[in-house]
């Protein structure tokens, strides 16, 4: 009996044989950034290093699977037992990796992560922290909330004991950004108005390495985003903010131009573009305004006041002012009497004269418009014959 107890348990030390072996560099840098400075007190508590474990399975995927297509991706459960098997201080238990998993899974759905986004006034700048066991890794202030805990109170009990910051007078509880990472509820909230030169002093020792403000532009939209160089830095330090800096430009611009929808594929807030459209919507305006001028002019001089143009002040083109001449040469009478074309081609009505017939242009024989018949009334059909 105690032969077979004695087997299982060196089965069960046996490290396993994985189809996608990591290699060792890269679990040394995973380690060193994820698992090893985690405080002495908390090693003890496998679910709290699991948390740790996820944040290198994530790191691994996106920046080493991603950059280099020789490595393999694998899953949590066989990520998780080759660090096991890896990190000196996590070996003895490389055989109870599965019962551990399984643990931190049940734990996971159950409690989300509840924090906040902090704004200067101005929405410029983005407040981050970084803890002590994850190197050079920035994010926002966050963390677990507690049984029965409702998630607002959460998320400024969080901030408060990261930041040593109170935002319960400036939290909104209709505006968070929403996030899920491998089943896990992550909710921040939006802070704006938060002073530049306020003074941050965590609560909570060895947790929170140091707090900065950083600006939205130089933030990463994605894991190729190199705009972080501006400050020196690279994507990997920003892997925990780039699944909400697109929904943070959004949110951002809805408030600062809440007629705008577009935005580039990055998230950016393109200006240039906006201020093009204002030049382009204020040079139709002036055109309008330009043919509207030039169309009422027109109006004006094509039909002038009844005073004439003697009275008017605007200039008046020679062949208009000949019409006019001519117009004012008649009586009262002759300008108000419509003339009429006759059939005969004479023009009759407002006292004016025959100008021309045109009879002989229509009777072959030269006979007049009386002796040329009547093609309206109607005729015998030997005439058409």
């Not at 000949?322 to 004479?346: A, C, E, H, I, M």
Request: hydrophobic share 30%; charged share 25%.
């Amino acid at each position: 009996m105690q032969t077979e107890m004695e087997n299982q348990t060196a089965l069960s030390n046996t490290p396993i044989i994985s189809s996608c072996p990591i290699p060792e560099y890269v679990l040394d840098d995973l380690c060193s950034r994820f698992i090893i400075n985690i405080p002495e007190e908390e090693r003890q508590d496998l679910i709290r290093i699991f948390f740790q474990i996820e944040l290198a399975h994530w790191f691994y995927l996106d920046f080493y699977c991603a950059e280099n297509s020789e490595l393999k991706t694998c899953g949590i459960k066989d990520f998780s037992s080759q660090v096991f098997n890896h990190c000196p201080f996590l070996s003895g238990h490389a055989g109870e990796v599965d019962k551990i998993l399984e643990n931190w899974k049940s734990y996971k759905m159950s409690v989300p992560t509840y924090g906040a986004i902090i704004l200067d006034p101005e929405i410029k700048h983005v407040l981050l922290v970084q803890g002590f066991w994850t190197k050079s890794s920035w994010g926002f202030p966050k963390g677990k909330v507690n049984e029965n805990e409702p998630p607002y109170d959460c998320a400024c009990r969080e901030v408060l004991e990261e930041t040593g910051f109170d935002i319960t007078k400036l939290i909104d509880r209709n505006e968070y950004l929403e996030n899920h990472f491998n089943d896990q509820l992550t909710r921040l909230y939006i802070v704006p108005g938060v002073p530049l030169d306020t003074k941050f002093k965590p609560k909570t020792r060895k947790e929170i390495k140091s707090l900065q403000w950083f600006p939205m532009d130089a933030l990463p939209a994605h894991k190729r985003d190199m705009t972080p160089k501006m400050l020196n830095m690279t994507p990997n330090n920003f892997f925990m903010v780039i699944p909400f800096v697109k929904n943070i430009r959004k949110w951002i611009r809805n408030k600062v131009y809440p007629q705008e929808t577009d935005s580039d594929p990055q998230g950016h807030i393109n200006l240039q573009k906006q201020m093009k459209n204002k030049e382009r919507e204020n040079k139709k305006l002036k055109l309008q305004q330009y043919f509207a001028q030039q169309c009422q002019q027109e109006y004006q001089e094509l039909y002038p006041l009844k005073e004439g143009p003697q009275n008017s002040t605007r200039s008046v083109s020679p062949r208009k002012d000949t019409f006019y001449k001519s117009r004012q040469q008649l009586s009262p009478v002759q300008q108000k009497t419509p003339k009429l074309l006759n059939r005969d081609g004479t023009i009759s009505g407002g006292g004016g004269t025959p100008r021309r017939s045109l009879a002989s242009q229509f009777d072959n024989q030269g006979s007049t418009s009386k002796e040329r018949p009547d093609y309206r009334q109607p005729q015998e059909k030997s005439d058409f014959f």
